[in-house]
């Protein structure tokens, strides 16, 4: 092992954390907005809505997310159709056909933890609200929405880092974020076990930030699990019993 | 003799036998590595056999070696470290000997030699490149290698090249065109084949071999070959055997048994029925 070389290829593997950190918000942002409706669609009890969704789960979450990249990548590239389409600008973009396998990809996984979040909203609630007069839209967003993704927050914040570490996939279609990178370091230095170690170092860090971040939004969200302060309440001592005196 | 000293002295022997296995290793079988997707030199046939110009090479220099050859198929990007992993003990892959790769590896004097090119689709400006099918030598003639250079650079401009990561020619690339054209690498040839057809890379940079096998298959239509050739120097010595540093019987049988192909005219044989042209090293 090269320890001096840990530092050199650390500077070397840095520049690719902004398009890693791109890829992964862009598209667990994206793909939440789309979990949002096909956790909607299959709590909807309309029937073709609902088999939407679940063809759509079925498909997203049983192929592996490297099937799909390739797909959409060299896949769709295949068809004269696509290449003459008003997508191609977007779809011929190496970047952009991983933001959109990425982002498919986690809306399957993040909509069922948004299902479980909506199922998780308790009757009592939802007819308090109602009696307050709430209903429809209004009853959703002020009340349902919410308190499910309080619920469902925790496992959130584990899809958002399986995303961070899935954007290491987009190094198979030229893209030149951490993991690809690191490829190149290595075929040009033979260290494998360096590299990657420093890779792996880098991942961590990510992670071991975002894990904060999530646990802090968790903590500002649930006050009304803690432990009460004691309000005020001052239980009198020797010392103030005295003074009182 | 009793039961503890006949354990030591097995447990002895396992350890000089762990220590030094080349020092009265007496070669019978060798175990080489191969991509197995770079034709004409070594390509997988749909039965998943192997066929190629080294397939048929390495028959002859294993029979005037007298030892057994024992294909591994391995993925390029991570051959070298399987090579030194012990995976096998020589790599026989259209791997040219550079500078950069004798750091780690030895390689035996080189067996066949195409240079690198460009590959277009026809109708895009690049297939005007001039000095169309020209030889530069790199290493033994680099004004003029260096002035062909300059003479195709604007071409380039703004134009986006696919490349084999970890390949000779994306060093090449690096160093003359990384600042008028963008670069995008690729884990496999066959990849940036497919980004040059659906049109999101102008141009792809391979060794000629490639680009010609390439242009002649159906499935690449419209590809052809463009502009010079450059060889030598940084783009290596030519194709040669890629052995673990140290293994110098091995590659003193290599040495030997190219030399006699060469002589014989076995390599110009086979590649002339792989490749189409002469690839000898001379």
């Not at chain 1, 009757?123 to 308090?128: F, L, M, N, P, R």
């Not at chain 1, 170690?197 to 894990?211: C, D, E, K, Q, S």
């Not at chain 2, 020209?134 to 680099?142: G, R, T, Y």
């Given at each position: 092992m090269d320890f001096a070389f840990f530092w050199e290829a650390l500077l070397t593997l840095l520049p690719g954390v902004p398009k890693t950190l791109q890829l992964a918000f862009l598209s667990t942002g994206l793909g939440a907005i789309i979990a949002l409706f096909l956790a909607m669609m299959r709590l909807s009890g309309i029937k073709p809505l609902d088999w939407f969704a679940r063809a759509y789960l079925f498909v997203f979450r049983g192929s592996p997310l490297l099937v799909q990249i390739f797909l959409i990548y060299y896949g769709l590239s295949q068809f004269p159709e696509v290449r003459n389409s008003i997508f191609w600008p977007l779809l011929r973009d190496p970047f952009w056909c991983?933001?959109?396998?990425?982002?498919?990809n986690t809306a399957a996984y993040g909509s069922e933890v948004i299902r479980g979040g909506l199922l998780s909203v308790p009757?009592?609630?939802?007819?308090?609200a109602k009696a307050c007069g709430m209903s429809g839209f209004r009853l959703f967003r002020r009340i349902i929405l919410p308190l499910a993704i309080r619920q469902g927050l925790p496992a959130y914040g584990t899809e958002l880092i399986l995303m961070v570490k899935a954007t290491s996939l987009a190094s198979i279609i030229t893209i030149m974020e951490i993991t690809g990178l690191a490829a190149r370091l290595v075929s040009e230095t033979y260290l494998v076990i360096e590299v990657?170690?420093?890779?792996?170092?880098?991942?961590?860090?990510?992670?071991?930030?975002?894990?904060r971040l999530v646990q802090g939004l968790e903590y500002r969200l649930t006050p009304h699990l803690r432990e009460r302060p004691d309000a005020g309440i001052v239980m009198p001592t020797r010392e103030t019993a005295g003074e009182r005196a | 003799m009793n039961?503890?000293?006949?354990?030591?002295?097995?447990?002895?022997?396992?350890?000089?036998?762990?220590?030094a296995p080349a020092v009265?290793?007496?070669?019978?079988?060798?175990?080489?590595g191969t991509e197995g997707a770079f034709p004409p030199w070594n390509s997988t046939k749909a039965d998943g056999t192997l066929e190629g110009f080294e397939i048929e090479l390495a028959d002859d220099l294993c029979a005037r070696m007298e030892v057994k050859c024992e294909w591994v198929v391995q993925a390029w990007k991570g051959i070298i470290p399987a090579l030194q992993a012990g995976k096998f003990d020589a790599i026989m892959s259209g791997m040219s000997a550079t500078a950069k790769r004798e750091k780690v590896i030895d390689f035996s004097q080189p067996y066949g030699s195409t240079g690198q090119t460009f590959g277009v689709l026809k109708d895009n400006d690049l297939a005007a490149l001039p000095l169309q099918g020209?030889?530069?030598?790199?290493?033994?003639?680099?004004e003029e290698a260096e002035k062909a250079i300059a003479e195709i650079l604007p071409y380039f401009k703004g134009k986006v090249i696919g490349v084999q990561a970890s390949s000779i020619a994306q060093g090449f690339l690096q160093k003359y065109f990384a600042n008028t054209a963008e670069i995008r690498e690729y884990g496999k040839t066959q990849e940036h084949d497919l980004d040059l057809l659906s049109g999101r890379v102008d141009a792809i940079v391979a060794s000629m071999a490639y680009v010609s096998t390439?242009?002649?298959?159906?499935?690449?239509?419209?590809?052809?070959?463009?502009g010079p050739r450059f060889q030598g120097?940084?783009?290596?010595?030519?194709?040669?055997?890629?052995l673990r540093k140290g293994s110098d019987d091995l590659k003193a049988m290599f040495d030997k048994a190219i030399t006699a192909a060469k002589e014989d005219g076995t390599i110009k044989k086979l590649s002339e029925k792989w490749f189409g042209f002469d690839v000898t090293v001379y």
């Open positions: 991983a933001i959109i396998a990425l982002t498919l009757h009592g609630q939802v007819e308090a990657f170690v420093v890779a792996g170092a880098i991942y961590l860090a990510i992670n071991f930030i975002l894990t | 039961t503890w000293t006949r354990i030591a002295g097995a447990a002895l022997t396992a350890v000089a036998l762990m220590t009265a290793k007496e070669w019978t079988t060798v175990k080489l020209i030889v530069f030598p790199l290493a033994s003639k680099p390439a242009a002649k298959d159906p499935a690449n239509e419209g590809l052809v070959q463009a120097g940084m783009l290596g010595r030519g194709s040669s055997i890629g």
